[in-house]
């Protein structure tokens, strides 16, 4: 069976834009990238319910619990095989005091030393024009279907 990661696409509307909540990947691949390295917050699940999946992922990469109406959004296909599920949600949630998990890898390559990064290295709000530049192009759709 292919890999599957679940998550949720935050929305608001501010001084009249609607605004989605993105994230950008913490550690050293993602340090020096941008356009393209955005995401919404999500990650992989095996067995568990994906949308409960979502929703605990979205604890763990921004330190935030979330709650309410969540809609479904079309699921992509990565070309890794993997399924991507999502779910938007509206809420003008305040990021100012986010806090990811962390995870450990060994940092340079074959150098021993072990270290630790956020899964999650900043969290910010974008118009649906600057999203639709710096997020991961496989996840665009799931922009497109709040309009």
Do not use: C
Not at 41 to 60: M, Q, V, W
């Amino acid at each position: 069976m292919p890999k599957q990661s679940a998550g949720i696409l935050v929305y608001r509307k501010h001084n009249n834009q609607l605004q989605v909540l993105l994230v950008h990947p913490g550690g050293p691949f993602f340090a020096k990238k941008d356009l393209g390295a955005w995401s919404i917050p999500k990650g992989e699940f095996t067995t568990e319910d994906p949308l409960a999946a979502a929703i605990r992922e979205f604890k763990e990469e921004l330190g935030i619990d979330i709650a309410g109406n969540f809609e479904p959004l079309t699921s992509v296909k990565l070309k890794s095989g993997k399924m991507v599920h999502a779910w938007a949600i509206e809420v003008d949630l305040d990021i100012s005091e986010t806090k990811s998990n962390t995870f450990i890898i060994e940092w340079p390559p074959r150098s021993g030393k072990m270290q630790e990064f956020p899964e999650v290295d900043k969290v910010e709000w974008f118009t649906i024009a600057d999203a639709k530049e710096k997020i991961n192009a496989t996840q665009i759709g799931f922009i497109e279907e709040l309009n």
